[in-house]
């Protein structure tokens, strides 16, 4: 168990809806990652937020959007969802910013159907 | 594209033998390079890192090794055990920002 979690593990939804993923870092830990992982695309790194700013930014579409809040949770919001968004959305983090050892949460299923 | 790539998908190896994974990367400005370890229905762990200034690094088990004239990376696993299962993803890092750039996986099955 890395300490981080992340809700909901499943979800299934249809195109052109929105959806909201949210996580909780370890605690402690002061920064988030979020990762998206399909099988044609691989796991790759959307955005990072390091004390409730965002620090970098990935292959994040305009459809998606995240922040991270005072208490550090952190929410992936993805908007206007396509077939191919389907994947498995992975939080990470870590107590500096930019570290290269991260704790992967499980992991959110999205289906969209 | 993507510079981090691995050579095989797939590795089988009998329990007990020495398992290596092998990965080729084309960004010569990479700071770290970093293993992963992706168990089913996991999330990827963390396994080793090794600096871009180092040849060789050994963990518990595991040996990383970096070549950086023909940009290899390679993980070896001593003693491969049926929980050494997994995807194995190679990742690099640069600047400050940290962000991890992985590579597309290869899956170990370890025969028992």
């Known amino acids: 168990d890395s300490g981080v979690t992340q809700t909901p593990k499943h979800l299934i939804t249809a195109t052109g809806q929105r959806v909201t993923l949210r996580c909780s870092p370890r605690s402690g830990d002061l920064s988030v990652y979020w990762y998206q992982q399909s099988l044609d695309q691989g796991l790759q790194f959307l955005i990072q937020?390091?004390?409730?700013?965002?620090?970098a930014k990935g292959n994040i579409l305009e459809r998606f959007s995240a922040q991270q809040f005072p208490d550090l949770h952190s929410e992936l919001n993805l908007s206007s969802l396509e077939l191919g968004d389907s994947a498995l959305y992975f939080c990470?983090?870590?107590?500096?910013?930019?570290?290269?050892?991260?704790?992967f949460g499980p992991g959110t299923r999205l289906t969209v159907t | 594209g993507e510079s981090v790539g691995l050579h095989l998908p797939t590795l089988s190896v009998q329990e007990g033998d020495n398992s290596i994974i092998n990965c080729a990367y084309s960004n010569s400005a990479s700071d770290y390079f970093i293993w992963y370890k992706q168990e089913s229905g996991k999330g990827p762990q963390f396994i080793i890192d090794i600096r871009s200034n180092m040849d060789k690094r050994q963990g518990q088990r595991v040996t990383v090794l970096l070549n950086k004239t023909v940009k290899h990376l390679s993980l070896q696993i001593a003693a491969t055990q049926p929980g050494d299962s997994a995807v194995y993803f190679c990742a690099e890092t640069r600047g400050s920002q940290g962000n991890l750039i992985f590579g597309k996986g290869t899956k170990l099955s370890v025969k028992p």
């Open positions: 937020y390091y004390n409730g700013e965002e620090r």
């Open positions: 990470a983090s870590s107590w500096e910013p930019g570290a290269y050892e991260q704790y």
